[in-house]
């Protein structure tokens, strides 16, 4: 037998955690929050009462607990800062997507039949960058990176052109091929002009469709109503795409049925042609920039999960692609998921130099006088993007927050369930709760006990 004072510091921390006399109670929580990597301890209580006349039904108070505390789950979206919660994360954002879509969660099953699109908007380049390509040439192997026979060198003395295949791994996809032509300052506008684009996308998409329609925006107004769900994802170039479904209601939204001209074409041609015309203006160290979409603008038509998928996206795959990305950031490309104010931040960090490229012109741009009053230094780690990664409009479905309450309540009818006690009416209660925050994180000896806690990872997600 082994004495623990014979063990690995590490090892001993776990054997230490585990023999204290909250370990038991500490680990059933952890699992049920799915072993989170930054759990929130909490004390305090709740009381749940009549709303008619008062009584007490229910209270729960963390003292009559044995550690005395109640485990949360930290709420991270973020996959890289816990994979637990971003997990839980990612399975609401595909119920709130898959809502609009196919119905559900107080939204009809009638909507599937609203014009819905699934679109993909994309940024223009600002330099060449190495690439792997999806498609394979004449020879069954993967395209070269980028052919430019008999090309000048850049006036840097670098190659314009690159003949390798990269693979998905290679961590020369994205990075420039000279980082010194890049357009370092095109690129960090843009992502932080994105979002402003992406609501102009959307006032131009009204106008357009109104125009097709030959009625006034007022009176499009009335008879309809536009609703997305959008998402951004970020390229290994540290440039944001956005992945939209877009959808016409009737003027009171998903309950209503479109009006007759609001076809999935109509809808179709004005996201085209709206995405094609819509700029914004960027003012830069080196005066105004206009800001447009790239030209590769992709709409797809969405089609029922059993439907002929050649058709279109299925239900399903729309709403499980706006899930992956809703947990992704910057760190994707490169970068870190966490604030950076200065370089010097970045000194021990696994960041890429493109990133760190991009970072740096986030900060000196942030620096410029028209930037100061932004918070762009707040976004630096975000390579310039402001936005959220995940945005809807209020019509689309249900909020993630109605989400989280509803399996709440769950599990709390759930447990009241499993201890024989009657059912709570959660339209009949009140309820009082009063939570002081005591700490957050895991202590010495957690994080290997909550690695082996943790439901396995789907790889393909
Ligand atoms: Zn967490
Ligand atoms: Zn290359
Ligand atoms: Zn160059």
């Known amino acids: 037998m082994t004495n623990p ?17 909250d370990y038991t109670e500490w680990q059933r929580q952890m699992r049920a929050i799915g072993g989170c990597s930054n759990p929130i301890r909490l004390i305090g209580r709740r009381v749940v009462s009549d709303a008619a006349t008062g009584k007490v039904i229910d209270v729960f108070d963390t003292s009559a607990l044995m550690p005395g505390y109640l485990l949360k789950g930290c709420g991270n979206r973020r996959a890289s800062r816990c994979p637990a919660c971003s997990k839980v994360y990612q399975s609401d954002t595909y119920q709130l ?42 020879d069954g192997l993967p395209r070269r990176c980028r052919v430019r026979r008999e090309s000048e060198p850049c006036p840097h003395g670098l190659s314009t052109s690159c003949l390798r295949r990269h693979q998905e791994d290679d961590e020369a996809v994205g990075q420039p091929l000279c980082p010194e032509c890049y357009d370092y300052v095109g690129a960090v506008l843009w992502n932080a002009h994105a979002g402003q684009l992406w609501h102009a996308f959307a006032v131009y998409l009204d106008r357009h469709v109104a125009a097709a329609v030959g009625i006034s925006r007022k009176a499009l107004r009335q008879e309809a109503k536009r609703s997305y769900v959008k998402v951004a994802e970020y ?3 540290g440039l944001v795409h956005f992945h939209a479904v877009v959808r016409i209601d009737g003027p009171d939204g998903p309950t209503s049925p479109p009006p007759l001209w609001a076809t999935t074409g109509l809808l179709e041609d004005a996201v085209l042609s709206a995405a094609k015309t819509v700029s914004v203006t960027a003012p830069g160290p080196d005066g105004d920039r206009t800001m447009r979409f790239g030209a590769q603008i992709d709409v797809q038509h969405i089609v029922l999960d059993d439907a002929v998928q050649s058709q279109g996206l299925s239900q399903r795959h729309v709403a499980g692609y706006v899930a992956k990305y809703a947990t ?15 370089l010097s931040n970045l000194d021990n960090a696994d960041v890429t130099p493109h990133a760190r490229r991009m970072i740096a012109t986030c900060l000196e741009l942030a620096e410029l006088p028209e930037y100061r009053d932004t918070t762009l230094v707040n976004w630096a780690h975000m390579l310039g993007y402001r936005g959220h990664c995940t945005t809807k409009s209020a019509a689309y479905s249900t909020t993630l927050s109605k989400l989280r309450g509803d399996r709440a309540e769950h599990q709390a009818a759930k447990h009241r369930e499993a ?13 009082d709760a009063e939570w002081r925050f005591v700490m957050a ?7 290997a006990i909550v690695a082996a806690l943790r439901p396995r990872q789907h790889a393909a997600t």
């Open 419 to 431: 201890l024989g006690l009657p059912a709570i009416d959660p339209t009949k209660v009140v309820i």
């Open 235 to 237: 390229q290994a170039r």
């Open 441 to 447: 994180g895991l202590q010495r000896g957690e994080a």
């Open 328 to 342: 992704k950031a910057a760190e994707v490309a490169g970068a870190v998921d966490r604030r950076v104010r200065r």
């Open 97 to 138: 997507v898959r809502a609009g879509l196919a119905g559900g969660k107080d939204v009809p099953a009638s909507v599937s039949e609203h014009p819905l699109v699934f679109v993909t908007l994309t940024a223009p380049s600002f330099g060449p960058v190495h690439a792997r390509h999806r498609q394979t040439g004449r």
């Open 5 to 21: 004072i014979d063990l690995p510091d590490d090892l001993r921390a776990v054997v230490m955690r585990a023999s204290m006399p």
